[in-house]
Every structure is written in C-alpha cells, then in structure tokens.
Nanobody, 123 residues
Framework: QVQVVESGGGLVQPGGSLRLSCAAH?????????IGWIRQAPGKEREQVAC?????????????YYGDFVKGRFTISRDSAKNTVYLQMNSLNSKDTATYYC??????????RGQGTQVTVVS
C-alpha cells in the first residue's frame, strides 16, 4: 500500500519562501508513474499545483507540469535516494494560502494522498 507524508508547511510573509516535502512509502517514485501537489483553500476548488510525471521515457528525470497560477514561482523536484518529492515555493502571496496535499496520481490522489500541510501567507 502506497502512503505519502507531507511536511514543511507553515506561516510566511508575502514574498517569502517555503519548501514542502513529500516522502513516499510502499513504492519508488518512478513506479508511481506520477506524483505531485494539489492544494485547496476553504470555499475554493481544488487546484493542481505541480506534477512530476515519469510516463514519457524520453524524459528519464521526469516531466514537470505546473498550474498556470504558479508562473515560475514554484519548482517540483525529487530525491530518488530519499524517495522524496519537494515543492520549493518562492514569492508567496496571500492567494497561495491553502492546505497542500501530496498526491499520486497528480490530479486526484486516488492511489495515495497525504494528510496535508498548511501554508499560510500573511503580513
């Protein structure tokens, strides 16, 4: 059974940075085919933040996808040795306030989704 565990959320001022971590258990990252981050704020729709996909063999390190709102501010990466995926978030603003979930597959976490980590951006 695949499990993912997030960490790294917190309180940050506008313009600040945070790095979220997602440790996968029960499978290697490559065997998951894809893994990423989704977020949800109270009263708002769930949004796909970033996704790392291993489906295309021409991209051995994986292909990276981002939500339109990211606009170059976030970077998804992995450490295969630690079986961990990271989300580096820079230039945070109040609209980024949400609970962030690590999920596989990326769109809905139907295989595994973590408990979530809260990110709050406030002056």
């Amino acid at each position: 059974q695949v499990q993912v565990v997030e960490s790294g959320g917190g309180l940050v001022q506008p313009g600040g940075s945070l790095r979220l971590s997602c440790a996968a258990h029960g499978s290697t990252l490559a065997d998951l085919n894809e893994i990423g981050w989704i977020r949800q704020a109270p009263g708002k729709e769930r949004e796909q933040v970033a996704c790392l996909s291993f489906a295309d063999e021409s991209f051995p390190d994986g292909r990276k996808y981002y939500g339109d709102f990211v606009k170059g501010r976030f970077t998804i990466s992995r450490d295969s040795a630690k079986n961990t995926v990271y989300l580096q978030m820079n230039s945070l603003n109040s609209k980024d306030t949400a609970t962030y979930y690590c999920a596989t597959p990326c769109l809905d976490g139907s295989t595994a989704r973590g408990q979530g980590t809260q990110v709050t951006v406030v002056s």
